[in-house]
């Protein structure tokens, strides 16, 4: 079964500096991972998925298939990028290969 | 186009009160999913369809029955609330898609309390 961690809850940065939150998966196949993010107030939605290799909002995330990790960066954070982030897998098979979530990390960006 | 949709909002139960959650959508989509989400345990899925007419046990379904009578509809059942069972619950679907299409659109969420 797949498994994926975040082993950050909290993770405060200053606006303007480099912000990292960490994905870690385990994982026997060769999987997709995915970024969503909940703002205050707003329902979950997809940030980037690794797949298509790009940058939403100033966000990348690299997959790393030798450390097995995901992590999501961001050279200058913004006081708006503050929200609940959540690292998800989902598995290369299976019936309905649904998702599988991180335990979300919560960032605040503070001015 | 609405989307995802969850009714209600908001509910508070007594111990051993029934209640079914109700989620809508409108993209045609096949597949619909329930998720917990808990301070500190992210999002737990419950129950999944893959089509009308089918269900499936997710990660946590101990508690929980589903039905999918209609495509857009996935409801969630509780027969006898538990205060373990306080929690935000969101619904979410998505098509079968192609590997760089996939996505789960999310409902806004229920929060339950059960007293």
């Known amino acids: 079964a797949q498994r994926v961690t975040q082993p950050e809850k909290l993770l405060s940065v200053f606006k303007g500096a480099p912000v990292e939150l960490k994905c870690n998966y385990s994982y026997s196949g060769s999987p997709e991972l995915f970024w969503y993010v909940q703002y205050s107030r707003q329902r979950l939605q997809l940030l980037l998925r690794?797949?298509s290799r790009e940058s939403i909002k100033g966000f990348t995330a690299d997959l790393n298939k030798g450390e097995t990790s995901f992590h999501l960066k961001k050279p200058f954070a913004q006081e708006e990028d503050s929200a609940m982030y959540y690292c998800?897998?989902?598995?290369?098979?299976?019936?309905?290969?649904?998702?599988?979530f991180g335990s979300g990390t919560q960032l605040t960006v503070l001015p | 186009n609405a989307g995802v949709t969850q009714t209600p909002k908001f509910r508070v139960l007594k111990t051993g009160q029934s209640m079914t959650l109700l989620c809508a959508q409108d993209?045609?989509?096949?597949?619909m999913y329930w998720y917990r989400q808990d301070p500190g345990m992210g999002l737990r899925l419950i129950h999944y369809?893959?089509?009308?007419?089918?269900?499936a046990k997710g990660e946590v379904p101990d508690g929980y029955n589903v039905s999918r009578l209609k495509k857009q509809n996935f409801l969630l059942g509780l027969e006898s609330a538990a205060p373990s069972q306080t929690s935000v619950y969101f619904c979410a679907s998505t098509s079968p898609p192609g590997l760089r299409t996939y996505e789960q659109y999310f409902g806004p969420g229920t929060r339950l309390t059960v007293t």
């Open positions: 993209m045609n989509h096949e597949y």
């Open positions: 690794h797949i």
């Open positions: 998800a897998l989902r598995p290369s098979s299976g019936s309905a290969r649904q998702l599988t």
């Open positions: 369809s893959v089509g009308e007419g089918t269900t």
